[in-house]
């Protein structure tokens, strides 16, 4: 039935087109609609795919980072409410006081786990520390955002890269209040960031970016405080100021971000992105995922429809070999019988002719055979002797008389 209906088609398209033609049309447009259709599923496909991966690393990278920088708030609280702390800060000039703060400091890093633990004044110096912090006691922070917001009445979290012993972290900052709400102080902690605390080291394009763009955590060492784009000359002079970074350049990368859609264009690659907000406002965690499997699917559905395209053309042009076979053999039986017929009809007549022709002379020798007894009968009626020869004198009739 199928075979029917693709070679009526054929038919109808040859007597327009061509033959040729219209093999061309009935196996080339069908297959250019299917590879187009298989090259988009297959481009769908693997899109779902990377989509589906990036937004389960998400979720499960930006979980495991926002509990390592929501942690110390927590402590910093409970540590601002000490009285030992209260006490240090009522009166800053008091050794015994100042002891026990520092007391209070190096048990809540012992208990919680957190790097830094510090107590400051309204002027912005190192009141108190931990054990291992002393060296800092004194020491003038007042430049630190998360200090300056504290002072302030803010509670603060704030990302950078540790101005006394450089390691990367989230600084929680609260003020301390002493009788009628006034701000006596700042505490302060500090929970060390690192990327195989936070699964970075098992994710090869993942970032924590400041909102200045800035990467703060990379699985790739050597990105880190480059930047996702460029930053103005005057928050650079704040940045540098606050020491949030340390002395690195903070060096734009060559990022080509393409506005209508999550995807860049980086290192001669095109990536695919997913980014959620996670710690302080701006700082946002990417993470990249390379879009060539989408290339190499397509090319793989189009080395499919193109198979199938090959497939498809034999069978047709198979079958309409078949097809144009049959007719050939078809045409050549008719005219084959035609031929048998006509050479029986003239096989026909001529019999009939030669029967005829049989007839004919079985009626002339029936005359002469007849002749022949009449004139035997006459002979031998007669009284006499007759003999009868031919030129050469052979006897060839004679009667009964003789």
Same mark, same amino acid.
């Given at each position: 039935?199928? @075979?029917?209906?693709?070679?009526?088609?054929?038919?109808? /398209?040859?007597?327009?087109?061509?033959?040729?033609?219209?093999?061309?049309?009935?196996?080339?447009?069908?297959?250019?609609?299917?590879?187009?259709?298989?090259?988009?599923?297959?481009?769908?496909?693997?899109? @779902?795919?990377?989509?589906?991966?990036?937004?389960?690393?998400?979720?499960?990278? *930006?979980?495991?980072?926002?509990?390592?920088?929501?942690?110390?708030?927590?402590?910093?609280?409970?540590?601002?409410?000490? #009285?030992?702390?209260?006490?240090?800060? +009522?009166?800053?000039?008091?050794? +015994?006081?100042?002891?026990?703060?520092?007391?209070?400091?190096?048990?809540?890093?012992?208990?919680? !786990?957190?790097?830094?633990?510090?107590?400051?004044?309204?002027?912005?110096?190192? /009141?108190?520390?931990?054990?291992?912090?002393?060296?800092?006691?004194?020491?003038?922070?007042?430049?630190?955002?998360?200090?300056?917001?504290? =002072? %302030?009445? #803010?509670? *603060?979290?704030?990302?950078?890269? !540790?101005?006394?012993? %450089?390691?990367? !972290?989230?600084?929680?900052?609260?003020?301390?209040? !002493?009788?009628?709400?006034?701000?006596?102080?700042?505490?302060?902690?500090?929970?060390?960031?690192?990327?195989?605390?936070?699964? $970075?080291?098992? =994710? %090869?394009?993942?970032?924590?970016?400041?909102?200045?763009?800035?990467?703060?955590?990379?699985?790739?060492?050597?990105?880190?405080?480059?930047?996702?784009?460029?930053?103005?000359?005057?928050?650079?002079?704040? /940045?540098?100021?606050?020491?949030?970074?340390?002395?690195?350049?903070?060096?734009?990368?060559?990022?080509?971000?393409?506005?209508?859609?999550? #995807?860049?264009?980086?290192?001669?690659?095109?990536?695919?992105?997913?980014?959620?907000?996670?710690?302080?406002?701006?700082?946002?965690? $990417?993470? $990249?995922?390379? %879009?060539?499997?989408?290339?190499?699917?397509? =090319?793989?559905?189009?080395?499919?429809?193109?198979?199938?395209?090959?497939?498809?053309?034999?069978?047709?042009?198979?079958?309409?070999? +078949?097809?144009?076979?049959?007719?050939?053999?078809?045409?050549?039986?008719?005219? /084959?019988?035609?031929?048998?017929?006509?050479?029986?009809?003239?096989?026909?007549?001529?019999?009939?002719?030669?029967?005829?022709?049989?007839?004919?002379? @079985?009626?002339?020798?029936?005359?002469?055979?007849?002749?022949?007894?009449?004139?035997?009968?006459?002979?031998? *009626?007669?009284?006499?002797?007759?003999?009868?020869?031919?030129?050469?004198?052979? =006897?060839?009739?004679?009667?009964?008389?003789?």
């Amino acid at each position: 039935m199928i @075979k029917e209906r693709v070679y009526g088609l054929y038919e109808r /398209l040859a007597a327009f087109l061509g033959r040729r033609l219209a093999v061309a049309v009935l196996t080339g447009v069908p297959f250019f609609v299917l590879g187009w259709l298989l090259v988009g599923l297959g481009k769908e496909i693997t899109l @779902k795919e990377i989509e589906s991966e990036l937004n389960q690393s998400l979720s499960t990278t *930006s979980a495991l980072l926002s509990e390592y920088v929501s942690a110390p708030m927590t402590m910093v609280r409970l540590m601002a409410q000490q #009285e030992e702390v209260l006490s240090a800060l +009522q009166d800053p000039q008091s050794a +015994q006081a100042v002891a026990a703060a520092n007391e209070v400091m190096d048990r809540y890093r012992q208990i919680s !786990g957190l790097s830094v633990t510090g107590l400051y004044t309204t002027q912005g110096r190192v /009141l108190a520390t931990y054990k291992g912090g002393l060296s800092y006691l004194g020491r003038d922070l007042s430049f630190r955002p998360y200090v300056q917001h504290a =002072i %302030k009445g #803010e509670h *603060s979290l704030y990302l950078a890269l !540790g101005y006394n012993e %450089k390691r990367r !972290g989230c600084y929680a900052a609260t003020p301390v209040r !002493g009788k009628n709400d006034r701000i006596l102080g700042v505490a302060m902690a500090k929970n060390e960031l690192r990327e195989d605390l936070v699964g $970075f080291d098992q =994710i %090869k394009r993942a970032y924590f970016v400041s909102p200045e763009g800035v990467i703060f955590l990379s699985g790739n060492p050597d990105l880190l405080y480059r930047t996702f784009w460029p930053i103005s000359s005057q928050r650079l002079d704040e /940045l540098r100021l606050s020491r949030q970074f340390g002395d690195h350049r903070l060096t734009a990368l060559q990022v080509d971000w393409k506005p209508d859609s999550r #995807e860049v264009r980086w290192e001669k690659q095109d990536l695919i992105y997913r980014s959620s907000q996670v710690g302080p406002s701006g700082w946002r965690l $990417f993470i $990249f995922k390379d %879009k060539s499997p989408v290339f190499r699917s397509q =090319i793989l559905m189009a080395i499919v429809a193109f198979t199938l395209f090959v497939i498809a053309n034999l069978g047709i042009f198979a079958l309409i070999r +078949q097809k144009e076979t049959a007719r050939l053999l078809s045409a050549a039986n008719l005219e /084959l019988e035609r031929r048998v017929a006509e050479r029986t009809a003239e096989l026909s007549k001529s019999n009939d002719d030669l029967q005829t022709h049989i007839e004919e002379r @079985k009626k002339a020798e029936e005359v002469i055979r007849k002749s022949e007894q009449d004139l035997r009968s006459t002979l031998n *009626s007669i009284g006499e002797a007759v003999i009868s020869t031919d030129r050469q004198g052979n =006897i060839i009739r004679m009667n009964t008389v003789a």
